[in-house]
T-cell receptor, first 114, second 115 residues
Framework: DTGVSQDPRHKITKRGQNVTFRCDPISEHNRLYWYRQTLGQGPEFLTYFQNEAQLEKSRLLSDRFSAERPKGSFSTLEIQRTEQGDSAMYLC????????????FGPGTRLTVL | GENVEQHPSTLSVQEGDSAVIKCTYSDSASNYFPWYKQELGKRPQLIIDIRSNVGEKKDQRIAVTLNKTAKHFSLHITETQPEDSAVYFCAASLAGGTSYGKLTFGQGTILTVHP
């Protein structure tokens, strides 16, 4: 296992289009997080999964954003009707069972909305 | 919610000097404090972390100190090398309650080590 992977690495889309990103966590990590990072800022929390259950969502996550982790393994993040303000790096992180454990980040998906 | 402030925003040092980055947090219940290094275009990578039951932790040239009373923690890098140049982020996490271990990050420090 080489760590957390994300696909695609880059996505360019036109405003109004829908996009979907995938995250594959480290195997046996039951906690999965999504963060968003804009240029020059630290990552901001978006949402969290414990196995397949989505347990927390940030107020940053508008109703255009939806995330799933159907089998408690990989996760998808979908953005509907993209806006230019959605342009950012979307990072996924996974962690083992204890809540105060290290989170390992994926390489991110860089989204550009034209 | 938790708020993390990080200073300085940029730090320039000569190779071999020490570098110190400081962070303060607002929620006294936070109990896990990692530091991440992020090189341009790459993923954040954990370099060291500390839990609230410990005041100091060291790993070779890197050390972190935690003052729970003052709610601040610091990263110390000694004998800096050009490959230490990167953006460094501190973060705080609250285990328990409804936060589920989510990380709240500082704004980042751009460290430049000049040869």
């Amino acid at each position: 296992d080489t760590g957390v992977s994300q696909d695609p690495r880059h996505k360019i889309t036109k405003r109004g289009q829908n996009v979907t990103f995938r995250c594959d966590p480290i195997s046996e990590h039951n906690r999965l997080y999504w963060y968003r990072q804009t240029l020059g800022q630290g990552p901001e929390f978006l949402t969290y999964f414990q196995n397949e259950a989505q347990l927390e969502k940030s107020r940053l996550l508008s109703d255009r954003f939806s995330a799933e982790r159907p089998k408690g393994s990989f996760s998808t993040l979908e953005i509907q009707r993209t806006e230019q303000g959605d342009s950012a790096m979307y990072l996924c992180a996974s962690a083992p069972g204890q809540m105060a454990d290290t989170q390992y980040f994926g390489p991110g998906t860089r989204l550009t909305v034209l | 919610g938790e708020n993390v402030e990080q200073h300085p925003s940029t730090l320039s040092v000569q190779e071999g000097d020490s570098a110190v980055i400081k962070c303060t947090y607002s929620d006294s219940a936070s109990n896990y404090f990692p530091w991440y290094k992020q090189e341009l275009g790459k993923r954040p990578q954990l370099i060291i972390d500390i839990r609230s039951n410990v005041g100091e932790k060291k790993d070779q040239r890197i050390a972190v100190t935690l003052n729970k009373t003052a709610k601040h923690f610091s990263l110390h890098i000694t004998e800096t090398q050009p490959e230490d140049s990167a953006v460094y982020f501190c973060a705080a996490s609250l285990a328990g309650g409804t936060s589920y271990g989510k990380l709240t990050f500082g704004q980042g420090t751009i460290l430049t080590v000049h040869p």
